[in-house]
C-alpha cells in the first residue's frame, strides 16, 4: 500500500550530464515543491512561458522517448526515467528546474535519481494524496502490441513483455508490484537498443549524446558494453520503469493493474489518453485515516471519493 500523504523531497538536489538524444550539456536541479503543485517542469533557459506541468495531456511526442509540451510550445523532452523515480519514491511535488530541452540521461537508469532523492530524504506534509482507482478494463491492441489497465487491490502492478528476434534479448517477461519495497532492479536497468538500430537513430537526428557509457547496445548474441547486464532482465525491468514513468503522468498514482506486451511510450500514453477520458473506468480517491482508540482492527485507511 503506498502512502496515504502527499510527499516532497527534503532540499534540493542538483545534476550535470547530457541529453541522450539532442547531446547538449545540462544542469538540472530538483526544488522542493508545496502541496498540491504536482510535478512541474521549469525550462529555466526561457525567461518567460517556460512551466510545462507533468500531466499526459500535455505528451507532444512519445517516439523512442516521452516529451511533453505546455501551451506555448515549450517542451521537455525524455523525462520518463526520472518521473519512473519520482513515481516509485512517491514523491508528489516537484519543481524541475532545467537548463534545456531534454532531462540528462545520466546511466541510462534512474539509479541516481534515486540515489540522491534517498540521499537527501523526503518531505512529508499532512495533506492526503489522492489516487485513481481503476473501476473497469481498459485496452488497446495495435498490431501486435498490447496494453491494458485493470481493477486491483491498493497498489499499483505492472507486467511487462518483451518479445524480441534478437536472441540474445529474445521474450522476457516480469511483473513488479509497487509497494513491495525492492524496485532497485527496476531503478537500476539502463536503456538499450540494437547496434543495428543505432544508425536509424543517428540519420533521424537523434542519439547525439548516446554512447556505451549511458545505453546497452546488443549486436547479435553480444551486449557491447563492458560488463555485460546489470541483471538477467535488465531489457523487461527497463520497460517496466519507462511505463511507471509514464504512468506518472496520470497526476494521482494508480491504483490497478498494468499488462503490457511489446508496448512502449506511444501505447502507454495512448492508453492513459483513453482511460483517463472516460470516467466509468477510474474515480478518484483519497484515504482518510480513521482511528478508534484501542482497536488494531478499525485503525485502517477507508476510501472516500473525492
Ligand atoms: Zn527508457
Redesign the pocket.
Known amino acids: 500500500m503506498p502512502s496515504f500523504y502527499q510527499k516532497t523531497i527534503k532540499r534540493e538536489i542538483q545534476f550535470k550530464g547530457v541529453g541522450l538524444h539532442n547531446g547538449k550539456r545540462v544542469n538540472m536541479k530538483l526544488v522542493p515543491a508545496a502541496p498540491n503543485h504536482g510535478i512541474v517542469f521549469k525550462r529555466t533557459d526561457l525567461k518567460t512561458k517556460n512551466l510545462i506541468p507533468a500531466i499526459f495531456d500535455n505528451v507532444s511526442n512519445s517516439v523512442l522517448?516521452t516529451s511533453i509540451q505546455n501551451e506555448f510550445g515549450v517542451t521537455v523532452s525524455m523525462i520518463?526515467?526520472l518521473q519512473g523515480a519520482l513515481y516509485g519514491e512517491e514523491i508528489d511535488n516537484l519543481l524541475i528546474e532545467i537548463d534545456s530541452s531534454e532531462i540528462p540521461i545520466m546511466d541510462?537508469s534512474a539509479k541516481e535519481f534515486v540515489h540522491q532523492i534517498r540521499t537527501v530524504g523526503t518531505r512529508n506534509y499532512d495533506t492526503s494524496k489522492k489516487f485513481i482507482k481503476v473501476l473497469k478494463k481498459c485496452e488497446l491492441i495495435i498490431d501486435k502490441k498490447f496494453i491494458s489497465i485493470e481493477p486491483y487491490e491498493n497498489d499499483l502492478k505492472i507486467d511487462f513483455e518483451i518479445v524480441y528476434k534478437n536472441q540474445l534479448i529474445g521474450n522476457q517477461r516480469k511483473s513488479v508490484r509497487l509497494s513491495n519495497g525492492d524496485l532497485d532492479s527496476v531503478y537500476n536497468s539502463r536503456?538499450f537498443c540494437l547496434f543495428e538500430d543505432v544508425e536509424k537513430i543517428k540519420r533521424l537526428g537523434l542519439g547525439k549524446g548516446g554512447s556505451l557509457e549511458n545505453a546497452v547496445v546488443v549486436e547479435d548474441d553480444k551486449v557491447l558494453n563492458d560488463g555485460g547486464l546489470r541483471h538477467k532482465n535488465e531489457f523487461v525491468m527497463?520497460?517496466i520503469?519507462?511505463c511507471m514513468?509514464d504512468l506518472m503522468l496520470a497526476n494521482y498514482k494508480i491504483l490497478g493493474k498494468v499488462r503490457c506486451s511489446q508496448g512502449g511510450h506511444q501505447l502507454t500514453n495512448a492508453l492513459l489518453k483513453k482511460f483517463l477520458s472516460d470516467s466509468k473506468y477510474f474515480s478518484v480517491v483519497e484515504f482518510k485515516e480513521k482511528r478508534f482508540p484501542n482497536s488494531r482492527f478499525y485503525n485502517r485507511p477507508v476510501a472516500v471519493s473525492a
Open positions: 522517448c520518463e526515467h541510462g536503456t527497463h520497460k520503469l519507462d514513468g
